[in-house]
């Protein structure tokens, strides 16, 4: 099995995006699985046609997109993705389209693919907190998780799909405000490596449920 595991360069003046610097930790394979690894750009126009370009090269059998949100305080897993896109912040092209569509012809949601509940279990099972979420935002995160499940609906049926939003990490919180939410580095790509654990362990689903 193969999974190309996706983060995001530093958007919104950080220096770094702990989405990436978390994936660039993880082992080279995960329970059998070989990983892949890709920074995607934080530009709506691009994040898209990277990560097809990159499953065009590998074939991979599974796709896991990973972002930085913020505001929370744990690893989250997510279920489903809008066709809706409401920039309250620029990309890193300086676009910041609102009140739009991901794709015009594309269903109003698509639900992951990936056993969001027993990635979640995983996490927690070894001690670190995560849970599923139910919104990815209307920011380039959700456009690239939308944007993958829609390729993959129209054009790989045999790949499977997700989304993970993890924490600032620890050095983004210098200088923020008493009590902004964060994870260590290292405790975020160990609840990657224990989410993508619970992918290659469990069963296909047309609905992320289990």
Request: charged share 20%; proline share 6%; net charge neutral.
């Amino acid at each position: 099995m193969k999974i190309l595991v996706t983060g995001f360069d530093p958007f919104g003046g950080e220096k770094v995006n702990p989405s990436y610097e978390a994936v660039k930790l993880l082992p080279p394979t995960i329970a059998g699985a070989e990983i892949i690894k890709l920074e995607v750009p934080t530009i709506f126009s691009k994040c898209g046609s990277v990560v097809e370009q990159t499953i065009q090269q590998y074939q991979p059998d599974v796709v896991l997109n990973v972002g930085q949100a913020g505001r929370r305080s744990q690893v989250t897993v997510e279920k489903v993705a809008i066709n809706f896109v409401d920039a309250k912040i620029p990309d890193n092209d300086g676009k910041k389209p609102s009140g739009v569509s991901v794709q015009d012809k594309g269903e109003t949601a698509y639900f992951a693919t990936i056993p969001i509940n027993a990635m979640v279990e995983n996490v927690i099972k070894h001690g670190l907190p995560c849970a599923v979420s139910y919104t990815a935002g209307s920011f380039v995160c959700n456009y690239l998780m939308y944007t993958v499940l829609y390729m993959i609906a129209q054009s790989y049926p045999n790949i499977r799909a997700g989304f993970i939003h993890v924490p600032l990490e620890a050095g983004q919180v210098i200088g923020k405000p008493d009590g902004t939410a964060f994870m260590s580095r290292g405790d975020i790509a160990k609840s990657l490596e224990y989410a993508i654990e619970a992918i290659v362990t469990g069963k296909n689903v047309k609905n992320g449920s289990k």
